[in-house]
């Protein structure tokens, strides 16, 4: 006799199904923040994937994560695939927007968001902005130098850990390093003439845009807050990266909100904090 488990797990497929023939490519659900065990439940998902078209499409749903589990999940995307497209139906915020800025393509609606890309780091048992503790312990040597520190400033400034800091610092460089490396080699690849002047792109030219994006990104002067959604108008109109309108399909759309509704309401109810899955893992 059919269990609650098994019904779910046919709707689940039935919805994979019809967006993976939307998109003519597998999908891989990743909900849920992006931290240490992700990694190996993506392995999972794309290792039992048979047959495995050529184009894998990656729904992702994150308020973020670690950089490095990040790193790892890419790593293990492009051993199996070439081509990799990321659809954002909801948020992709911080480590999710690195992370989705290693596709050849994304697409997004007027209700998706990504993120700054400030990286959180674990602290006292909890995820922190790094580039907010660097700012204040930035601003108080300012206030130091010039004698204008007060006595509760220089206890607080006496309780940070410098080596932590500078942990802070390198997870800073890294986010950037990594997607600056992402967008040049899998975004930008097909970037071989300039839209205006049709001047041949050249591999530093293409680094250079990259980074462009990277530090407007990171900048948090800019963004005010380390949650706040970035659209795909903002993403599009002022740092000029091209994004493609999922909602200008509406057979795609509707397939794709089935879907991420489908395993919000799932995890909901089974009290999930993260869920992976594919055509066959779940």
């Known amino acids: 006799m059919p269990t609650a488990v098994d019904a779910i797990q046919e709707?689940?497929?039935?919805l994979t199904q019809t967006l993976e023939a939307q998109l003519d490519a597998d999908i891989l659900?990743?909900?849920g923040p992006i931290l240490s065990g992700v990694e190996h439940r993506v392995r999972a998902a794309i290792e039992r994937l048979a047959p495995r078209r050529t184009k894998l499409a990656v729904v992702i749903q994150t308020g973020g994560g670690s950089i490095e589990v990040a790193e790892r999940i890419v790593r293990t995307i492009r051993h199996h695939f070439n081509e990799v497209i990321f659809l954002i139906p909801d948020v992709a915020l911080s480590a999710g927007t690195i992370l989705v800025m290693s596709g050849d393509a994304i697409l997004m609606d007027y209700f998706s968001c990504l993120g700054p890309i400030d990286p959180q780091v674990e602290r006292s048992g909890k995820l922190v902005p790094a580039l907010s503790y660097l700012e204040q312990f930035n601003r108080l040597v300012a206030k130091s130098s010039q004698g204008m520190l007060t006595t509760a400033e220089l206890a607080l400034l006496n309780k940070l850990d410098l080596a932590e800091l500078h942990?802070?610092?390198q997870a800073v460089n890294l986010s950037v390093d990594l997607l600056v490396e992402w967008l040049a080699?899998?975004?930008f690849k097909d970037w071989t003439k300039t839209a205006t002047r049709g001047i041949p792109v050249t591999a530093?030219?293409?680094e250079n845009r990259a980074r462009d994006i990277a530090v407007a990104l990171n900048d948090h002067r800019r963004w005010r807050s380390h949650g706040?959604?970035?659209a795909m108008r903002t993403l599009i109109g002022e740092l000029n990266l091209v994004v493609d309108?999922?909602?200008a399909q509406p057979a795609l759309a509707r397939a794709l909100r089935d879907y991420a509704d489908f395993v919000n309401n799932c995890m909901v109810r089974e009290n999930?904090?993260?869920f992976v899955t594919s055509r066959e893992y779940a």
């Open 204 to 206: 530093d030219m293409r």
């Open 167 to 169: 942990t802070f610092e």
């Open 29 to 31: 659900g990743i909900f």
């Open 245 to 247: 309108d999922f909602g």
């Open 11 to 14: 709707k689940l497929s039935a």
């Open 185 to 187: 080699t899998y975004k």
């Open 272 to 274: 999930l904090s993260s």
């Open 228 to 230: 706040r959604g970035i």
